[in-house]
Each structure stands twice: as structure tokens, then as C-alpha cells.
């Protein structure tokens, strides 16, 4: 088992940022890529960024790219996400998840494990 724990979320005004952070514990974290998941009240989950076990190679949500950076500390076992230039859409609760597969993905189905959640509000 993989237990993942996200912190950082609140409460921020828009054009703010926030980093989000979620430590993992139970495994080899260095095994597994990485993802943020996000999702909105009454919307589906959606894919936001993932990043390579190495931390070489990241994608993103065609929503947050240029304003949302993932990265890894494998020494730490934690993976974060920074968020620039915040508006009210990206309100949500904001879910990283780990994903032993050869390649990385944007469904979230491909993902083993998941943390509990951390909500981030935007305010206008």
C-alpha cells in the first residue's frame, strides 16, 4: 500500500496562488508517476498535471498549463503543485494519486492510489 496525504489547500483570492503538497508513505515512492486530480461540485474529476518518476518529463491540463507547475522530491517523498494566476474555475477539492504503470496518463482509471483530498477555494 501507498498512503498519500495532500496539505496546502484554503482559502485564496483570485490571481493568488497556493502550493499543495502530498506526501507519500508505505512504498518506493520513486516507483510511481505521479498525478493531480481536481473536482469541482458537481462536475467530474479531471486530470490536471503528472510528472515522470524521475521528474523529467511532466504534462498538463490544457486549463492550467502555464499557471500550475508539478514537481517531485523523491528524497521527500512528496510531490507538489504550484498554482499561479488563481480564478474561481479552479476551485475544487485536489487529489494527487500515484500510478505504477510504464507511462504516464491523464485518467484518473489508471491510477492504484489516491489521497483523501484537499479542498482550494477561490474567491473573486
Known amino acids: 500500500q501507498l498512503q498519500l496525504v495532500e496539505s496546502g489547500g484554503g482559502l485564496v483570492q483570485r490571481g493568488g496562488s497556493l502550493r499543495l503538497s502530498c506526501a507519500a508513505s508505505?512504498?518506493?515512492?520513486?516507483?510511481?508517476?505521479m498525478g493531480w486530480f481536481r473536482q469541482a461540485p458537481g462536475k467530474e474529476r479531471e486530470f490536471v498535471a503528472y510528472i515522470s518518476r524521475t521528474g523529467g518529463n511532466t504534462n498538463y491540463a490544457d486549463s492550467v498549463n502555464g499557471r500550475f507547475t508539478i514537481s517531485r522530491d523523491n528524497a521527500k517523498n512528496t510531490v507538489y503543485l504550484q498554482m499561479n494566476s488563481l480564478n474561481s474555475e479552479d476551485t475544487a477539492v485536489y487529489y494527487c494519486?500515484?500510478?505504477?504503470?510504464?507511462?504516464?496518463?491523464?485518467?484518473?482509471?489508471?491510477?492504484?492510489?489516491w489521497g483523501q483530498g484537499t479542498q482550494v477555494t477561490v474567491s473573486s
Open positions: 508505505g512504498r518506493t515512492f520513486s516507483s510511481y508517476i
Open positions: 494519486a500515484a500510478d505504477n504503470s510504464m507511462m504516464g496518463s491523464t485518467k484518473g482509471s489508471r491510477y492504484e492510489y
